[in-house]
């Protein structure tokens, strides 16, 4: 059971990782005149479309993330600290601080989005979400990296 939870908390957590990359990228962009190429293209989405996905998206991971933690505690940490891997426990806990941030600037990050979008809020809506995706890339590799460290070690 406890795989199975992991599983979908790395599904859900890559879609978010590629909603929030997508709309970070697209939140600054100016059309450039002539061709379009790879990079264009990826930032030519509409920002708007991915707002309702990532706050889902991330709402769901982090209630994953809570549902997994107990175990996490019970079974990773205890092996953390006898290999005496400080650092990887001080990342785990910067990644728990910042899912709470993250949580906490949904609802501003949401209102930020609402329809019609302001021409005032175009700057609160960048920095919302460049923030919002700093967070997001952080947690995915700091998860990661643990559950990597974990695996190394039997």
Same mark, same amino acid.
């Given at each position: 059971? #406890?795989? +199975?939870?992991? +599983?979908?908390? =790395? %599904? =859900?957590? =890559?879609?978010?990782?590629?909603?929030?990359?997508?709309?970070?990228?697209? /939140?600054?962009?100016?059309?450039?005149?002539?061709?379009?190429?790879?990079?264009? *293209?990826?930032?030519?989405?509409?920002?708007?479309?991915?707002?309702?996905? #990532?706050?889902?998206?991330?709402? /769901?991971?982090? +209630?994953?993330?809570? +549902?997994?933690?107990? *175990?996490? *505690?019970?079974?990773? *940490?205890?092996?953390?600290?006898?290999?005496?891997?400080?650092?990887?426990?001080?990342?785990?806990?910067?990644?728990?601080?910042?899912?709470? =941030?993250? %949580?906490?600037?949904?609802?501003?990050?949401? %209102?930020?989005?609402?329809?019609?979008?302001?021409?005032?809020?175009?700057?609160?809506?960048?920095?919302?979400?460049? #923030?919002?995706?700093?967070?997001?890339?952080?947690?995915? #590799? /700091?998860?990661?990296?643990?559950?990597?460290?974990?695996?190394?070690?039997?």
């Amino acid at each position: 059971m #406890i795989q +199975l939870m992991t +599983l979908l908390h =790395v %599904l =859900v957590s =890559v879609a978010l990782l590629g909603a929030v990359t997508h709309q970070a990228f697209s /939140v600054g962009r100016r059309p450039a005149p002539g061709p379009q190429g790879f990079v264009s *293209r990826f930032r030519g989405v509409s920002s708007m479309t991915f707002t309702n996905a #990532i706050v889902l998206l991330f709402f /769901v991971s982090s +209630l994953l993330g809570g +549902l997994l933690y107990p *175990r996490y *505690r019970v079974d990773v *940490r205890p092996i953390l600290e006898d290999l005496q891997l400080r650092g990887a426990n001080g990342l785990f806990e910067i990644k728990e601080h910042f899912a709470a =941030v993250g %949580l906490g600037l949904l609802p501003a990050y949401w %209102l930020a989005w609402r329809s019609p979008l302001s021409v005032d809020l175009h700057d609160t809506r960048k920095y919302l979400t460049w #923030i919002l995706a700093f967070l997001v890339w952080w947690n995915f #590799i /700091v998860g990661e990296l643990l559950n990597n460290i974990k695996g190394l070690y039997p």
